[in-house]
């Protein structure tokens, strides 16, 4: 779960949530992409890394 600060305006809150993401898990912002959830508090997203130091690295955030 990722929980921000911004308001849910102009894409403002899902902009910083993946910025949020990328950050926890070590990859740059343009490697996180929205999937599905534009307008929903639910989003999907799709993360474009190394499925082995991605999964180290989420190993680690638990």
């Not at 102009?10 to 949530?17: D, F, L, R, Y």
């Not at 599905?36 to 989003?43: A, N, V």
Request: aromatic fraction near 0%; avoid cysteine; charged fraction near 25%.
């Amino acid at each position: 779960m990722v929980r921000v600060q911004a308001a849910p305006e102009s894409g403002k809150a899902t902009e910083q949530a993946l910025r949020v993401l990328a950050d926890a898990l070590g990859v740059r912002r343009n490697q996180v992409s929205l999937v599905s959830g534009h307008s929903s508090r639910t989003k999907v997203v799709e993360v474009n890394a190394d499925d082995d130091q991605l999964a180290a690295r989420v190993a680690t955030l638990r």
